[in-house]
């Protein structure tokens, strides 16, 4: 009779602990794993263009709510990102354009009727003087292209910086001399670095002619540059009308001018210091500005060195 009663417990009991722990199990896992789900859902939904999607945070510290942070994190990035490349498109159409729509403006009015050789010439060196506008901010961008996409070979070759500093100055002084501007060298100590002369030289060439551009006349340029411990200070200041701490973040930013630069006429599309921040980095450095209205600037690159 016990047996018997044991059996029938045992034929009850086990399909039914079987059923609540299949059903419970089952309960339990689709909760825990409901919030992939919804990741899953979010990933699907999400494309390049409706990337502020987010899954909502409400979930514990555990391995789901850490995946869930982490593909949070990651979309904002990839966000980050897309609305970079967006804005550069937008800014780089907006500047190829504005020479395009002075070249335009200015032939269409000179083919309205005959003019004298003088004015065709007139206009031809308008257009050159835009064409090459067009070609340096060409340049430039594809210099910009080729560094994000790692493209440019960085040589690492031992560079007298002394040698640098005078190549670069020596360059630009015919730009200098056009405008009564002083350019001063105070040689620091002889120190070498392991760099890419090109690189380098394009970095200190793209200092000096900003300072050359928006120094007024009769003004000063300074370049000198000391050693730091295992490191190497170049720095290069002027006597222009500085930049307003308001842009002074900024700068480096791509096609970012301050308003006094948009005023000149001379100002650039605003990517060479963009240009050679990415130079200074990929050297191991990096470069900053010290400035305040009215009283000059001065960059300050600080690159690896060794004596
Ligand atoms: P740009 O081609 O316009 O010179 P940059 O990237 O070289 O572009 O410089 C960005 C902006 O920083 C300039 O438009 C200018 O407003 C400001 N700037 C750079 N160097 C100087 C300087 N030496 N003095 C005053 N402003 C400067």
Redesign the pocket.
């Known amino acids: 009779d016990t047996l018997r009663i044991l059996l029938i417990i045992i034929a009850i009991a086990y399909p039914l602990t079987l059923v609540v722990a299949t059903g419970g199990g089952a309960f339990l896992a689709g909760r825990a794993l409901s919030p992939i789900d919804r990741l899953t859902g979010v990933a699907r939904r999400i494309t390049a263009e409706d990337l502020h999607q987010r899954i909502d945070l409400d979930l514990p510290n555990d391995e789901v709510g850490r995946l869930a942070r982490t593909f949070n994190d990651m979309i904002a990035r990839l966000d980050d990102s897309f609305s970079k490349q967006r804005q550069f498109t937008a800014d780089a159409s907006h500047e190829l354009r504005t020479p395009l729509t002075a070249i335009k403006g200015q032939t269409e009015v000179a083919l309205q009727r005959d003019r004298d050789v003088e004015s065709y010439k007139q206009v031809l060196q308008n257009v050159n003087t835009q064409v090459d506008r067009m070609i340096r901010m060409s340049g430039s961008l594809l210099t910009l292209a080729r560094a994000d996409a790692g493209q440019i070979p960085i040589a690492s070759e031992p560079v007298n910086l002394a040698t640098i500093v005078t190549d670069a100055v020596e360059q630009m002084s015919i730009a200098a001399e056009a405008k009564s501007i002083e350019i001063k060298i105070a040689p620091g100590p002889s120190v070498r670095t392991f760099a890419d002369e090109d690189l380098l030289l394009q970095l200190m060439l ?2 000096l ?3 050359i ?3 007024p006349q009769y003004g000063l340029v300074r370049v000198g540059w000391s050693a730091v411990g295992g490191a190497v200070d170049v720095s290069v200041s ?1 006597t ?4 307003g701490p308001e ?1 002074l973040p900024r ?2 930013d791509r096609f ?7 005023s000149s006429p001379n ?8 240009i ?1 921040r990415w130079i200074a980095e990929a050297h191991g450095g990096s470069i900053k ?1 010290q ?1 305040a209205n009215g009283s ?2 001065t ?1 300050v690159v600080h690159l690896p060195a060794f004596k």
């Open positions: 793209n200092l002619d900003n300072a551009k928006y120094t002027d222009g009308p500085g930049i842009h700068i480096f970012y001018r301050a308003d006094t630069a948009r100002g650039g599309a605003g990517l060479g210091l963009s050679s500005a400035s000059g600037t960059f």
